[in-house]
């Protein structure tokens, strides 16, 4: 009997054991649940930021003879610009306003001929656009990680333009500087706390300039020259 009372005493023992060991096994695997993933950070628009940027420029350019009403020509300037930008932006709760100022350059440029059938005179006339810069102000709502944003504000632009008599062979040139307007949208996604890219579209307004040219054989000639532009931009920035 002592011997049997042994051996029950021994199982019992051995399934408290395996008992406490299960439940610490399950407490264990209690502690060691995967932990949740941190939630991603708020992204605030606030600071200073500076950036580059390229994209494709296109230009509408019509041409007059001021003492020649009704000799007209037109033509589009296509081409790329690439330069870079540096702005500020406040948010407030999704409102997010800033100042921004942007210089690019550009190889647009275009040729065609104006005709004067009364003098049986041909000019060819190239323009290019050398350089743009923006100084706009912005309105933006911000969704998330996304900006929407319009703007609007001041151009100035960099012209040349030449001229050749297709008859005596005389040629003109005249590098010029206009002021303009200038709206736009785009939108802006950030990356993280710092880079963003963008992608944005603006129209450029410049009103109507009138140029003397001086050609080779020192006769003297008028024109008038109108643009509107067309920028399509991407771009990088980076805040502080």
Do not use: C
């Not at 502690?31 to 296109?58: D, E, R, S």
């Not at 690439?82 to 040729?111: C, K, P, R, T």
């Not at 002021?179 to 944005?200: C, M």
């Amino acid at each position: 009997m002592t011997f049997h009372r042994f051996v029950l005493a021994g199982a019992a023992m051995a399934s408290a054991a395996a008992a406490l060991t299960g439940n610490a096994a399950a407490a264990d695997m209690a502690v060691k649940a995967p932990a949740l993933t941190a939630p991603i950070a708020a992204i605030n628009w606030t600071g200073l930021y500076v950036g580059g940027h390229f994209g494709y420029v296109q230009s509408r350019a019509r041409l007059g003879d001021p003492t020649t009403p009704g000799i007209t020509a037109s033509d589009t300037l296509k081409g790329f610009l690439a330069g870079g930008q540096i702005g500020f932006n406040y948010q407030m709760n999704s409102w997010v306003f800033g100042l921004e100022a942007d210089l690019s350059g550009s190889n647009a440029d275009a040729s065609q001929t104006l005709v004067n059938t009364a003098t049986n005179n041909a000019d060819r006339a190239t323009e290019k656009l050398r350089w743009m810069s923006l100084v706009t102000a912005r309105a933006g709502y911000a969704l998330d990680r996304a900006l929407l944003y319009v703007k609007g504000g001041v151009a100035f632009g960099g012209f040349r333009f030449d001229a050749q008599d297709l008859v005596t062979g005389a040629s003109a040139s005249n590098s010029y500087s206009q002021a303009g307007w200038t709206v736009g949208a785009g939108v802006e996604y950030a990356l993280n706390t710092n880079w963003s890219v963008r992608g944005e579209y603006n129209y450029v307004g410049f009103g109507n300039k009138t140029l003397t040219l001086v050609d080779s054989a020192g006769a003297t000639t008028q024109v008038t020259v109108k643009q509107n532009v067309h920028q399509f931009k991407t771009g990088v920035n980076y805040r502080f």
